[in-house]
T-cell receptor, first 113, second 111 residues
Framework: DAGITQSPRHKVTETGTPVTLRCHQTENHRYMYWYRQDPGHGLRLIHYSYGVKDTDKGEVSDGYSVSRSKTEDFLLTLESATSSQTSVYFC????????????FGPGTRLTVL | TQLLEQSPQFLSIQEGENLTVYCNSSSVFSSLQWYRQEPGEGPVLLVTVVTGGEVKKLKRLTFQFGDARKDSSLHITAAQPGDTGLYLCAGGTNTGNQFYFGTGTSLTVIP
């Protein structure tokens, strides 16, 4: 199994509060991704990173920001959480971007009340 | 933008039956992955196919990549309850860094 951890695994927060989710990898993969998974929508890309300090937006990036200050860590921040951001968040890594294969973390279940 | 269509969306079958799940697109992909996801866990990679017409077998699972690299299928022979889960296909391209996921097929195998 690829060495990917996510923290926290579960979080309940209130509308308007900031939230940061962390993804940590031990595989030294260049690419890292944040997805959200909701019933009926499958996995949707929020943001991804193609190197330290290099990030780009995905399909559903509004309301989210990311940072990658070192290879092994990719942070997802909800500046002011809303109930529509209640979801399961998955981090993934890939050695070769769209030409390679992704490996997923265990997920973070976020509930915004 | 949803580039990959999976069918069927839901499938409930008896143990021992065969089934096929389809993943179709109008776009060409340089690689196509299949994942299985169980409740409360992240998707787990089953296979990656990269060559048009490629067929890969993983025990009772057979994966095929279309000749034009626009579609793929997953065939399960003699399904078992342990095959129950959400099956996801994902395509990657050589013009970007992203993967595009299908909406998934939820499979239930009844003992």
């Amino acid at each position: 199994d690829a060495g990917i951890t996510q923290s926290p695994r579960h979080k309940v927060t209130e509308t308007g509060t900031p939230v940061t989710l962390r993804c940590h990898q031990t595989e030294n993969h260049r690419y890292m991704y944040w997805y959200r998974q909701d019933p009926g929508h499958g996995l949707r890309l929020i943001h991804y990173s193609y190197g330290v300090k290099d990030t780009d937006k995905g399909e559903v990036s509004d309301g989210y920001s990311v940072s990658r200050s070192k290879t092994e860590d990719f942070l997802l921040t909800l500046e002011s959480a809303t109930s529509s951001q209640t979801s399961v968040y998955f981090c993934a890594i890939s050695q070769a971007g769209g030409l390679g294969t992704q490996y997923f973390g265990p997920g973070t279940r976020l509930t915004v009340l | 933008t949803q580039l990959l269509e999976q069918s069927p969306q839901f499938l409930s079958i008896q143990e021992g039956e065969n089934l096929t799940v389809y993943c179709n697109s109008s776009s060409v992909f340089s690689s196509l992955q299949w994942y299985r996801q169980e409740p409360g866990e992240g998707p787990v990679l089953l296979v990656t196919v990269v060559t048009g017409g490629e067929v890969k077998k993983l025990k009772r699972l057979t994966f095929q990549f279309g000749d034009a690299r626009k579609d793929s299928s997953l065939h399960i022979t003699a399904a078992q309850p342990g095959d129950t889960g959400l099956y996801l296909c994902a395509g990657g391209t050589n013009t970007g860094n992203q993967f595009y996921f299908g909406t998934g097929t939820s499979l239930t195998v009844i003992p």
